[in-house]
């Protein structure tokens, strides 16, 4: 499936709760149905600057498709992590590069979190993005 189309498929998913708290509960089963994190991959590079929970990303290049991986210490942040993940991973450098992940804003979520968790979410993108930038730039090296 494509990027929009996952995303298509999160704002569908979302929009059949009208109350924000059924939300928060989409998101921590979201969450809980994430697979935990190896332990060698908790590492202090592996950890999301500006995130106020602990959250973990790690990202592994396979036949040119990012595969993420995360967690986070806090049950609300993983459930974003989450949606992150089956949203971003097994595509191409060049299709996380270039997503609009509208998804957020149609949802609600930015609106919906705190200032200090909107500013993790900004942070968890601008993360996957990096290392799909730094992926593109090994393959375009060869």
């Not at 396979?62 to 595969?67: E, F, Q, T």
Request: proline content about 3%.
């Amino acid at each position: 499936m494509t990027i929009n189309e996952l995303q298509n498929n999160v704002i569908e998913e979302f929009a059949d709760f009208d109350d924000w708290m059924d939300k928060y509960a989409l998101l921590i089963d979201l969450g809980n149905s994430l697979p935990p994190l190896e332990e060698k991959y908790k590492t202090e590079s592996n950890l999301i600057e500006g995130c106020q929970s602990r959250v973990w990303l790690q990202a592994d290049y396979v036949d040119g498709k990012i595969l993420f991986k995360g967690e986070s210490d806090a049950v609300i942040v993983k459930g974003i992590v989450s949606l992150l993940i089956s949203i971003l991973s097994d595509h191409t450098p060049q299709e996380i590069l270039d997503a609009d992940l509208y998804f957020i804003e149609k949802i609600g979520l930015k609106e919906h979190l705190s200032p200090t968790r909107s500013n993790g979410l900004v942070a968890m993108v601008k993360q996957m993005r990096m290392y799909a930038l730094a992926f593109r730039t090994k393959e375009q090296q060869g």
